[in-house]
């Protein structure tokens, strides 16, 4: 099974930027390389809801309307590693954010229950 370690949350300042990791063991059954990844967040009472998205080969990227313009979604399939670059940061921001891979994904879905790995999460904390 693939295993998603995500890292970089933390308390920031509202305006302030955060860049998010997401770690995947290897050899792992899928690869890394040949799944779509995709970011989610989750406040407490709240359904977890989508972020960003990205290709396996990081040719297409998708983002949610609440984030548009100040997050950006990256990947380095040779260190297995998947990025979440945040920028003007709210209090609205602040969730436990996840990783998650999409195995062979031919799209960027919205919906958590399409990525079957999923990371244990990390917290993000904005102060006003």
């Known amino acids: 099974q693939l295993q998603l370690v995500e890292s970089g949350g933390g308390l920031v300042q509202a305006g302030g930027s955060l860049r998010l990791s997401c770690t995947a063991s290897?050899?792992?059954?899928?690869?890394?390389?040949?799944?779509?990844m995709g970011w989610f967040r989750q406040t407490p009472g709240k359904e977890r809801e989508f972020v960003a998205s990205?290709?396996?080969?990081?040719?297409?990227?998708f983002y949610a309307q609440s984030v548009r313009g100040r997050v950006t979604v990256s990947r380095d399939n040779a260190k297995d590693t998947a990025y979440l670059q945040m920028t003007d940061l709210s209090p609205d921001d602040t969730a436990v954010y996840y990783c998650?891979?999409?195995?062979?994904?031919?799209?960027?879905?919205?919906?958590?229950?399409?990525?079957?790995?999923w990371g244990q999460g990390t917290q993000v904390t904005v102060s006003s």
């Open positions: 998650a891979a999409y195995y062979l994904g031919l799209a960027l879905p919205t919906t958590q229950g399409a990525y079957r790995h």
């Open positions: 290897t050899p792992s059954t899928p690869r890394f390389q040949d799944c779509t």
């Open positions: 990205i290709t396996w080969n990081g040719d297409k990227t």
